[in-house]
């Protein structure tokens, strides 16, 4: 029996700078993890990179051999993962896996590693840092365990952290704590942050541009501020009204969400968009110029907007 091939992921593409913060949004499904996960080199089997370029300071990653990526991610790329209590090692303290990771990417002797494990606990507000090094995943709060993996990801010293979902599962405290964390670490150590998340509200307060996805595609991108201020995609109306009445996108309950594998001939929001039209159901919109700064996956609101 043959295998079906199903584009999960398309055509997206997209740049970071230096100390930039950039927010991708989009609700559960979208693409927005595996999009990560691919520019990582860590999709998981069986989902293949079919085609395209990661590249980081004009390197591309699919020409470098095994070891060198691994030094590169983890090093110069790092990444809080969504669930920190499987990204950590449960068996291993929290001090002996900052200490490997920093041994690992900047080659340092085992008691400058200690010392630089005990800053870094201090720099995300673990303390004291000499017991919280000792300390076990399981012995930590949410909030704590996220923390602990954002100082195994620092520990790097990367140039660019990819941070998804990280706010999941904690109380308003302990978000709005770990929310403001990334932003002074990003400042202060002008390190470039992606911040993965399904919450408009979240990406608001961290970022300064913002991609918005649905079912595996970019549907709008911009600056942050002119995204909240004036939503172009229908996509982006809803996911911001659904963070103003704290729910689910409105719409939902009317259609169901796109799923990428299932390859819709036409837009794969038109199902529950409300401008809609006969050509949204047969033609695959592009990714249209909405001035020097924006873009926009909907010919109908470009349409609309031309003078």
């Not at 606990?121 to 930590?140: I, T």
């Not at 996509?235 to 103003?244: D, F, I, K, P, V």
């Amino acid at each position: 029996m043959g295998t079906t091939r199903r584009v999960l992921v398309d055509g997206v593409s997209f740049s970071i700078d230096p100390g930039e913060r950039v927010a991708l949004v989009g609700e559960s499904g979208s693409g927005k993890s595996l999009t990560v996960l691919a520019a990582l080199g860590l999709t998981p089997e069986p989902v293949r990179f079919a085609g395209g370029n990661i590249r980081v300071d004009g390197t591309d990653l699919r020409d470098l051999e095994p070891a060198a990526v691994h030094r590169l991610r983890g090093g110069r790329l790092a990444m809080v993962f969504q669930e920190p209590s499987s990204a950590l090692n449960p068996v291993l303290s929290i001090g002996y896996q900052i200490r490997e990771t920093i041994q690992a990417h900047r080659s340092m002797k085992r008691a400058a590693a200690r010392r630089e494990a005990l800053r870094l606990l201090d720099e995300v507000d673990l303390q004291p840092s000499d017991e919280m090094a000792r300390a076990y995943p399981h012995q930590l709060s949410g909030g704590q365990a996220q923390r602990a993996a954002l100082a195994v990801a620092l520990a790097g010293a990367p140039s660019l952290l990819i941070a998804d979902e990280p706010t999941t599962g904690l109380d308003t405290t302990a978000q709005h704590g770990l929310l403001n964390l990334l932003l002074r670490l990003s400042r202060e150590r002008f390190t470039a942050l992606l911040l993965v998340t399904h919450d408009l509200a979240v990406a608001a307060v961290t970022a300064r541009r913002c991609w918005i996805m649905y079912s595996g595609e970019l549907v709008e991108t911009g600056p942050m501020d002119m995204i909240l201020a004036d939503p172009s995609h229908p996509y982006t109306r809803l996911l911001l009204r659904a963070t103003a009445d704290n729910g689910p996108a409105p719409g939902a309950e009317e259609a169901p969400k796109a799923d990428p594998a299932d390859e819709p001939p036409g837009c794969s929001f038109a199902p529950r968009c409300p401008l809609r039209e006969a050509p949204c159901l047969t033609a695959h919109p592009p990714l249209l110029p909405l001035g020097p700064r924006r873009s926009l996956r909907c010919p109908i609101v470009a349409r609309r907007r031309s003078p």
